[in-house]
């Protein structure tokens, strides 16, 4: 019996050993997670910042010093360009390795190698998008510029001396939890970030649900749900500003656009409500009498948060702000002369072609009336556990074939293969950097001028400030010369009057300086008013919120930066402000029971703030979403053709000036409804649902308590996010925070001799979710608040706030 024990604890133990070392699914070897001289153990850091510490690193030129504040910024002063640069890759690696790393991979269409084939669709996709192919061209145009080269290999040449030095026990517990090991990191890594940028920023698209709407309603009808310019008219650059340039000319509609438009041509998703907010008000508007900058670009907020705070200092620059991990430079910041910040322009830089194959061997296309040759570019996507894959994307002039599984259902006897290929700017050769590079150097608004020219893509709204009382935005990037509404619907890739015809010039591109109304400001609104001459888009941000900062810049004087501040947090509506009368009027409050009566009530002494504790904001949001679904849903929502939606302004113009619009009629119904119907109904549906979710009318029907909002860990490891908590504001406001979207860095600049710059992101400058630096600094941007920032002259100053110093010597 002794023995047959001893035989079982044997092959119990020699089975627990083999399963502490073997992975399992999703789970790490356990044996490995959990071994205390390696494991997860090893990641956990004290709130004490270490003393003064000092590192020799080869390839540095000079020594270097790094000061650290007490939020963990880390304040760089280097003798040359070279050592500034590697010393932002590695202190920037040093903290946010394992985020740089999954952002490459994702980009790169190579997240299957380490979580396995629940990537594998994200993969192909990136690879059908050409991502790679975009990072390949935009690398060749880095490394033409000799100084922008040498940036890019010092920057990696820093990440790597940190990947170099890692330990096993040292890596950030992500790399544990996947098992595997962080590899060398290569200049078109960064290249990679742009790419991801442009696709976050200018990746989506409405034109297969564009198409299948006009193929559905015709021309007219989708030309007046879908207008080609904003109802609203307020414009980024002012409106009647005139443009001093003499436009190209303007390419003619295609052939095959003109067939669509009339109905003869038989066969051939951006998300509303999200955005971000920049502005500067001139020195004759605020206290101090020079300019006032501030920005809030609004993405995905994530642990650890998309930016990294730095200050990087060396001869003939010295600069602050928020970097990318994973690139060099600051992207968004200041100097001691200008200031500057970014908003999504929302250009049409990415437009989608129907390509028709000779047969099923795909090996030709036809464009320009001829046969062209398809090129192959073959994909290896590999996949962690199971043996690689092998996608063969096919190129054509426009670009990639994303889709090329598709059939012409015009000509069904033949059954021609056919294909949506892909024309994006982000494909080109491009230098992005160098524009942050001069940007960070310059000193007036001549220099801000001559750094725009190198940016291609994602197009952005520049705003920028300067000492000299200089404001001045500019939508600027590299935009594509076309017809109007060219891209507003999938077209004929055979049809050569469909290409793109060239570039607006970079000196064309909608700008102003020192307007006379005193500032400039942008919120993804439309660029420009109708005299522009050049078509960039035909859909634009809602004007809600850039209405309310216009409104409040306007009457603004003697503005200090808290009173920025304050305009961050802004949570009011404008959009209840012009719908709600109407929808109260419309409301039959006869035929209200007791709990719609108190919702109603609710409603009428509403102040139209999103506030956390406003119980007016819950009930006006869920009415005014259940009657725009109401609205749609009869006409939009086909489970068989996927349709876009028009947007809430179009839904807000139907309300207001067409009642009784067929829209509103719910084909369904025997009987035929107007807007007054339909309000009804869902304001009926909004109580019972509030009812049911949270009771009687009251405190528990607090926007807070309603709205959901969760800062959540990048890899969305449960446990590393923030957990849900309550937040004012909503998509249309201008603390516009919603479903875990918003305000990834708030930055206010005071220009003058003396420049003053405030700042704070949602979490901290750690990427390790054990150190007390993950996320000190969420508390602060809950509460609307901004750190001071401190920004260095000299390495030798001293600051009572600066907690340690790291010394790099060759």
């Given amino acids: 019996m002794k023995i047959f024990k001893a035989f079982i604890s044997l092959a119990f133990t020699g089975v627990l050993i083999w399963a502490l070392q073997t992975k399992f699914g999703d789970l790490p070897p356990l044996g490995a997670f959990l071994n205390p001289a390696t494991g997860f153990w090893q990641n956990a850091e004290s709130k004490n910042i270490d003393t003064e510490n000092k590192l020799k690193m080869k390839g540095l030129q000079a020594e270097v010093t790094i000061h650290y504040d007490e939020n963990m910024v880390p304040h760089i002063f280097a003798q040359n360009d070279h050592d500034l640069y590697f010393a932002q890759g590695f202190v920037t690696a040093k903290e946010r390795l394992w985020q740089m790393d999954i952002q490459t991979r994702s980009a790169a269409g190579r997240l299957a190698e380490v979580v396995g084939p629940k990537a594998l669709a994200i993969d192909r996709y990136h690879r059908r998008m050409g991502m790679a192919y975009g990072a390949e061209h935009t690398l060749q145009g880095i490394m033409k510029d000799p100084v922008m080269s040498k940036v890019i290999n010092a920057y990696t040449e820093g990440i790597n001396a940190y990947i170099k030095q890692l330990s096993v026990r040292n890596r950030p517990i992500e790399f544990k939890l996947l098992d595997y090991a962080p590899k ?49 008219e307020s414009p980024i650059i002012p409106a009647g500003t005139k443009w001093d340039f003499k436009p190209l000319p303007i390419p003619k509609p295609s052939a095959s656009f003109k067939a669509q438009m009339d109905g003869t041509l038989k066969d051939n998703e951006k998300i509303e409500g999200i955005g971000s907010n920049n502005w500067a008000l001139a020195g004759a508007k605020t206290k101090s009498g020079y300019p006032i900058l501030a920005n809030d670009p609004h993405l995905n907020l994530t642990f650890p948060s998309i930016w990294f705070q730095v200050q990087l200092s060396a001869p003939g620059v010295n600069v602050y702000g928020a970097s990318l991990p994973g690139a060099p430079c600051v992207v968004i910041g200041y100097n001691q002369k200008v200031a500057w910040g970014v908003t999504n322009v929302d250009a049409d830089v990415l437009d989608w072609y129907q390509i028709k194959f000779k047969d099923n061997s795909k090996n030709e296309y036809w464009y320009n009336k001829q046969w062209n040759k398809i090129n192959r570019r073959v994909e290896v996507i590999k996949v962690k556990g199971q043996p690689d894959v092998i996608d063969t994307v096919l190129y054509t002039r426009h670009g990639p074939v994303v889709y090329d599984n598709l059939r012409d259902t015009a000509n069904k006897r033949e059954n021609i293969p056919i294909g949506d290929a892909l024309r994006w700017v982000a494909h080109d050769e491009s230098d992005e950097f160098k524009t ?59 049809d050569t009057a469909n290409n793109w015809q060239g570039w607006i010039p970079y000196s ?16 993804n609104q439309s660029s420009t008013d109708q005299t522009y001459p050049y078509y960039i888009n035909w859909q634009f941000a809602g004007y809600e919120r850039g209405k309310r900062i216009n409104d409040r810049l306007s009457a603004m004087k003697n503005a200090t930066p808290d009173s920025i501040r304050l305009l961050q947090m802004d949570d009011y509506s404008i959009r209840a402000q012009d719908i709600l009368p109407a929808m109260l009027r419309y409301l039959d409050a006869s035929k209200l029971d007791e709990t719609q009566l108190a919702a109603l009530k609710e409603l009428k002494q509403w102040d139209k703030h999103f506030s956390v504790n406003s119980v007016g904001a819950s009930i006006f949001w869920n009415w005014w979403d259940k009657f725009y679904r109401f609205t749609w849903m009869d006409d939009f929502d086909n489970q068989k053709m996927y349709m876009y939606r028009p947007s809430m302004d179009r839904t807000e113009a139907l309300l207001l000036n067409e009642p009784n619009s067929r829209w509103f009629d719910n084909k369904r119904s025997p009987g035929k409804e107007v807007a007054a119907d339909i309000l009804n109904l869902a304001f009926a549906a909004t109580v019972d649902e509030l009812q049911r979710d949270y009771g009687k009318p009251g405190p528990s029907w607090a926007w807070g308590k309603v709205k959901k909002f969760e800062v959540k860990h990048l890899g969305n490891v449960p446990g590393w996010g923030s957990g849900n908590f309550e937040s004012d504001g909503t998509g249309s406001t201008v603390n516009a925070l919603t479903d875990g979207h918003g305000p990834s860095w708030r930055m206010v600049v005071q220009l003058g001799p003396n420049v003053k710059g405030y700042g704070i992101i949602p979490g901290g400058q750690s990427g390790n979710p054990g150190s007390f630096y993950y996320d000190n600094m969420l508390k602060t941007w809950q509460a609307g608040k901004l750190n001071e920032l401190l920004f260095m002259q000299s390495a030798t100053q001293k600051s009572s706030r600066i907690k340690t110093t790291l010394t790099l010597s060759k």
Wanted: some cysteine; proline content about 6%; glycine content about 6%.
């Fill in 508 to 523: 064309q591109n909608p700008t102003v300086k020192n307007p006379p109304r005193g500032f400039v400001s942008s919120a």
């Fill in 184 to 232: 060398e990191w290569k200049p078109i890594n960064c290249a990679y970030l742009l790419k991801l940028m442009s696709e976050t920023l200018a990746g989506g698209s409405n034109e297969l649900g564009m198409t299948n709407a006009l193929n559905r309603f015709g021309a007219q009808v989708t030309n007046d749900l879908f207008p080609d310019y904003p109802l609203h």
């Fill in 436 to 494: 942050f590079y001069l940007l960070n150097r310059a000193k007036n608004y001549d220099d801000y001028r001559k750094a725009l020219t190198y940016y291609t893509a994602p197009a952005q709204n520049f705003v920028f400030a300067s000492a000299d009382n200089d404001i001045a935005i500019t939508a600027n990037g590299k935009i594509p010369l076309k017809f109007k509404d060219q891209g507003k619907f999938i077209m004929d890739g055979a």
